[in-house]
């Protein structure tokens, strides 16, 4: 089947930056690709070339078997964008806004109002429909903002971290949401900074840094390549380098030092029974240990496996600015 | 980008037509949606044609041309006029800019509409804008005695060359908008052209009381030229300075509000593609 998607060797410099530094993936139709990356690794710099906003200095951007780099109007006809920042007007009703989108698709003022009605009620929105958006939470206005991105039936919808910022219960809804999208035929293209969203969604998965797509699968793919949970500890620093050797030894896998946190992690291919190995041995050493956890691979984890580096950002500092600037590596 | 655009046939005349529609309704609707935006735009220049009038009023009154009928209002209002076109102008950089910096324009490039709609409905709702505040100073100036001196034709075409003249200074405006990009820095930076500019003309006092350097150039920028042109159309001929025909100002100043729109409306429009990449 011929991609509905495809980027080829992409290549986007803001200045110093090389945001895009020869980006190639495509996917076929009908699926869920997620695009993961941490802070400044482009996920939103490629989305705006393939959605026509921005001109690649080189490569090939293709979207529903249109060049959208030199024909991007009609790109445009086959594509929705739900930006990373809910671009929604306060003063008009949620309704309006996507009524307004709809028009903007070149519906007819009926069909508008009609499909504008079905996206609301399936986004949950249509008791606040006819409510002026400044009255809408966070959550909402990132709701409607995706209504009025699907309200023109888009082939292809990109969406621009669709659940940063948004609490726990309203992304389980926005989840369902984007897989009834893709189950009624529609193809997603999401970034992400969150490994289980990736995970949860999407068919294949491309872990994006630096402008450079570094690995690409399944989620099946990526985690049996980090194996499946991490073991997670502190330890006094005069017996953390007896500790760390300890822990180095369970499976032959090297331990990781965090100095920011001043946490210890290492793989755990057996769980806990790792986990338990672990605490005897430790135990049995005399070195003391506290807040001992098992935890699931992060997007860190699939760096450090895809690299040997850990990511540049903070995970956790996701969505607390959008295209902020690097920080400094964090040491290992 | 755009050649593609046109070419394609989704993007005829009257596609353009719709998508301006859209977003001309889209940009009113805020002013009747947040009704305090055009209270304040209303309120300032009633309270400039108040104060002016009666603060100054007397002091001026005996200086200006006979052809006023003796009132310093009759002279001021088609003065003040032009000056709330001017400043009603800097609405459309304010709009623009605060569209940018919701990502609002973002999303509008990403939709299959016409590329020139989103300035053309931004410049045409200011137009309507513009033109309901011009019609209310009209009419609060009529309540205080401000009378024409020519006929109720000459009153409305007057009007109309004012709001022409605000048409094109929308388009200078967003070009300014569109070269700060965010709404704090379009706030200071579309009152910095405009002030001089409004000061420094015929809208308040007659050119010939300023300084020769200054009357030099007051004398022939484009707000003297419409404001007389106003006053010609208004007032009558006796109104204009020495020499000066009617017809003559206001085709100088419609001439004026071409050459703006042929200057400004392609540059803002490069401008807006660049905008946001
Ligand atoms: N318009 C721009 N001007 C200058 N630099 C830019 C611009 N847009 C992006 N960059 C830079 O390009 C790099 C990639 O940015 P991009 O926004 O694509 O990252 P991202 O993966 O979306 O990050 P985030 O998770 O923070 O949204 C960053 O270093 C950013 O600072
Ligand atoms: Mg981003």
Redesign the interface.
Known sequence: MNPIVRAVDVVKTFGEVKALDGVTLEFEPGIIYGLLGPNGAGKTTLIRVLTTLLKPDSGEAWVAGVDAVHHAAEARTHLGLAGQFAAVDDYQTGRENVVMVARLYDLGAREAARRADEVLEAIHLTDAADRPVRTYSGGMRRRLDLAASMVGRPEVLFLDEPTTGIDPRSRIDIWDLIRDLVAGGTTILLTTQYLDEADQLAARIGVIDQGRLIGEGTPEELKDRLGGAFLEMAIDEADRPRGMEILGALEGEEPVFEPATKRISVPAQRGSGTLVQAVRRLDEAGVTFEDVTLRKPTLDDVFLSLTGRAAEEETAAAGADGGGRRRGRRSR | ??T??RS?S??GLA?AA??TW?ITR?NL??NV??PQLLIFATVQPVMFLLLFNYVFGGAIGTSIPAAAGGKYLNWLVPGLLIQVAAFGAGQTALGLTEDLS???I????????A?SAVLAGRTLSDLVRNGFVITLMMAVGYLIGFRWQTSFVGLVAGMLVAMVFAYALSWVMAAIGLAVKNPEAAQSAVFLPVFPMVFASSVFVPVETMPSWLAAFAENQPITVTVNALRGLMLGGDALPPGDSVAGTVLLSLAWSAGILAVFAPLAVRMYRRA??
């Open positions: 980008m755009t593609t655009g394609s989704r993007v596609h719709k998508d859209v889209r609707l805020r949606r947040l919701k990502g609002v973002e999303r509008f490039r990403s939709l299959p509409m590329r946001v990449s």
